[in-house]
């Protein structure tokens, strides 16, 4: 497969899919999210393969969300929003096999919600964690809210959610939206020595272990369909883009006044 926008390598038996956009923060466009997904196919079901690590280039960043550049009222990909981000979180949820988030840099909006679906979240002491949706005129309706209150607990996801705060490696294990946080300079290889410990497991038992525990949550795919077509609408209001415009002009937005 040829790919522009991510990086594609099998280290021993675990597949690293890195998003290679380091002059955007790894922000994902359209091309960019169909790309994940079929590399996160190509890793699932290749028998070499017995772990997947979705990592984001450079030091800066392991993703920050959509690309907000392609962003102006829709983005620009197929999907309910202009991305096809309820098929890109399916992905990462049915293929058969561990993935792990690396994250070294900034995981925020929906990067934060793909650390957050990730099997296991393995960062960095470098690392930011958080959400700026609604400080941008924007929100996940579905897994980055509901799930995320799975994974940290309700009151700690609202938290997440409407104050907009960013919160260290250490703060994401202690709350236990990462598994284990390593210096900067030691990640890789813990990432890695983590991968190929789970190429020697079972991985028929990981695959019904990783099913059973999607059984539990299947619905909030239903909730998260639902709540794109919510999105879409309110993408086309004055108030959302009020958050990109603001972004491009370098200034607080003000979502109030479109508010009637």
């Known amino acids: 497969m040829n790919f522009e926008d991510i990086l594609y390598e099998v280290r021993n038996g675990v597949a690293w899919i890195t998003i290679n956009r380091p002059d955007k923060m790894n922000a994902f466009r359209g091309q960019t999210c169909d790309e994940i997904i079929k590399a996160l196919n190509k890793a699932g079901y290749d028998r070499d393969v017995g772990a ?40 990462i949820r049915d293929v058969p096999k561990p993935v792990i988030a690396r994250v070294q840099g900034f995981a925020i909006g929906g990067g934060n ?20 949706g609604p400080k941008m005129g924007s929100v996940d309706p579905g897994y980055g809210t509901a799930f995320l209150a799975r994974v940290v607990g309700e009151k700690k996801a609202r938290e ?7 919160y260290s490696g250490a703060e994401a294990v202690a709350m236990g939206l990462a598994n284990f946080c390593f210096p900067h300079d030691q990640l890789d290889a813990e990432v890695q020595k983590i991968g190929e410990e ?22 909030q795919a239903g909730i998260a369909g ?34 009637k």
């Open 160 to 166: 997440i959610w409407y104050l907009n705060r960013r």
């Open 52 to 91: 997947i690590v979705l990592a984001g280039a450079g030091d800066r960043a392991f993703c920050t969300g959509g690309d907000q550049s392609a962003h102006s009222g829709n983005y620009d990909g197929r999907g309910t929003i202009g991305l096809p981000m309820e098929e890109l979180h399916t992905a």
């Open 198 to 219: 789970l190429c020697e497991r079972s991985p028929t038992a990981l695959a019904i272990a990783k099913r059973s525990f999607n059984a539990d949550t299947a619905h």
């Open 226 to 259: 639902l709540g794109m077509y919510a999105l879409k609408l309110y993408y086309d209001t004055e108030e959302s883009r009020e958050g990109v415009n603001a972004l491009k002009e370098k200034r607080k937005p003000e979502f109030r006044k479109y508010v």
């Open 113 to 132: 919600v793909l650390a957050t679906i990730c099997d296991l979240t393995i960062c960095s002491d470098k690392a930011q964690f958080g959400q700026v």
